[in-house]
T-cell receptor
Framework: DTAVSQTPKYLVTQMGNDKSIKCEQN?????MYWYKQDSKKFLKIMFS???????INETVPNRFSPKSPDKAHLNLHINSLELGDSAVYFC?????????????FGEGSRLTVL | AQSVTQLGSHVSVSEGALVLLRCNYS??????LFWYVQYPNQGLQLLLK??????LVKGINGFEAEFKKSETSFHLTKPSAHMSDAAEYFC???????????????FGAGTRLAVHP
């Protein structure tokens, strides 16, 4: 039973399209995150939600819109996809927003924009 | 500015040799420090972490790291490399945001470890 699961694992799409990635955690955690890993493996935080409330919003184009319908789910919708959006997107969770311990990561969703 | 620097984007060792992956951080306050490992096409797994207390921390798969405040370092070591250790390794610090007190994990650029026979 996967703790943090993301769908889809692979996504190939054309420039200009809109796509979504979904994430679910069954750990009972309050806080969830989206991280982007670029082609050089660099990981950068994008967003964080705590109990459905947006608490961290890094400098990310507004084409990226996260949504948290409940604390177990965090989705990422991307409008008007660009070549530079190609990356692996990781969802993660932690017990709460002040947690300074281990983050639990999903296996990633590899987005390729052609 | 708070950041994490990993020296060496690629490290190659022979099987059975010592593994040393370097990590330095800059922070105005003592951070919590982590090493994560990423195997090909997988998510990140925690290897070990330092929060408080003993500065030498042991993790999974025989890895350990030592927090040295005077050197602002948290280098990862393993006495004897195994082929299965080949992966990408990330050092990370956990820092509170100035506003709201929320914590976020800041990653270094990663070090790819190759182990050859």
């Amino acid at each position: 039973d996967t703790a943090v699961s993301q769908t889809p694992k692979y996504l190939v799409t054309q420039m200009g399209n809109d796509k979504s990635i979904k994430c679910e955690q069954n750990l009972g955690h309050d806080t969830m995150y989206w991280y982007k890993q670029d082609s050089k493996k660099f990981l950068k935080i994008m967003f964080s939600y705590n109990n459905k409330e947006l608490i961290i919003n890094e400098t990310v184009p507004n084409r990226f819109s996260p949504k948290s319908p409940d604390k177990a789910h965090l989705n990422l919708h991307i409008n008007s996809l660009e070549l530079g959006d190609s990356a692996v997107y990781f969802c993660a969770s932690s017990p709460d927003s002040h947690w300074a311990g281990e983050l639990f990561f999903g296996e990633g969703s590899r987005l390729t924009v052609l | 500015a708070q950041s994490v620097t990993q020296l060496g984007s690629h490290v190659s060792v022979s099987e059975g040799a010592l593994v040393l992956l370097r990590c330095n951080y800059s922070s105005s306050v003592p951070p919590y420090l982590f090493w994560y490992v990423q195997y090909p096409n997988q998510g990140l797994q925690l290897l070990l972490k330092y929060t408080t207390g003993a500065t030498l921390v042991k993790g999974i798969n025989g890895f350990e790291a030592e927090f040295k405040k005077s050197e602002t370092s948290f280098h990862l070591t393993k006495p004897s490399a195994h082929m299965s250790d080949a992966a990408e390794y990330f050092c990370a610090v956990s820092l509170e945001e100035f506003s709201g007190g929320y914590n976020k994990l800041i990653f270094g650029a990663g070090t790819r470890l190759a182990v050859h026979p």
